[in-house]
């Protein structure tokens, strides 16, 4: 009973942290509030992960590792190349739009801590090491086939992430101009999204 009370406070400790950081970031949160919302008292949140840092640590560490395995389940998908292609960009923007706040999350922590920089590396290279190979293995069966032309796959990789997470660093911004227009933002996104595949595809046109 005991063991599962301390996984429920331990966890509802984790939650709140999570909501904090992701809304105000390290600089700006304070454990107390962390505290607070998750229903314990400083005492207690000190007692199962002693410091912010820790606790920073575990939950920028959490993330961070969902960032990088974004492509994970999708690299795998036994499609022709470019529906596959289709496929990752909508369901990264998708992965994106569940997850609103994150890339603004990580990027700003890398931007004030070159530590935790060093971190990502660690956790998100393996990871895209493997989706880089699969992409190529693919894409050079495509390009013998005349599918699409040849170009390297770190340049799709990264046009596909940096389109997609732009959308989302950038969310304030195209909240406030979609409500200027007196259009909705979420409508303004899944444009986005179709606006991203045929971006990345003209691209591939061989």
């Known amino acids: 009973m005991k063991e599962k009370e301390d996984i429920n406070t331990e966890q509802a400790i984790m939650d709140a942290a999570e909501r904090e950081f992701l809304d105000k970031g390290y600089a700006l949160t304070k454990t107390t509030e962390i505290a607070r919302i998750a229903g ?45 292609v289709t496929f990752i960009i909508k369901a990264h923007f998708d992965f994106l739009t569940s997850n609103p706040k994150l890339p603004f999350f990580v ?27 699969k992409l190529k293995s693919e894409m050079d069966v495509a390009v013998e086939k005349g599918e699409i032309t040849n170009i390297d796959p770190v340049h799709l990789l990264l046009d596909i992430v940096s389109l997609n997470v732009f959308s989302f660093v950038a969310l304030p911004i195209i909240t406030g101009v979609a409500q200027s227009l007196g259009r909705d933002y979420k409508a303004l996104l899944k444009e986005r999204k179709e606006e991203n595949i045929k971006v990345i595809l003209r691209r591939l046109q061989p």
Request: proline share 4%; charged share 25%; aromatic share 12%.
């Open 40 to 84: 314990v008292n400083h005492a207690m949140l000190h007692y199962y992960f002693r410091t912010k840092e820790n606790l920073f640590d575990k939950v920028f560490q959490k993330k961070v590792a969902l960032l990088a395995n974004s492509f994970m389940p999708m690299i795998e998908e036994d499609l022709p190349f470019t529906e596959k």
């Open 107 to 133: 990027l700003n922590e890398f931007l004030t801590n070159k530590e935790r920089l060093n971190k990502f590396h660690t956790l998100a290279i393996p990871a895209i090491r493997i989706i880089l190979e």
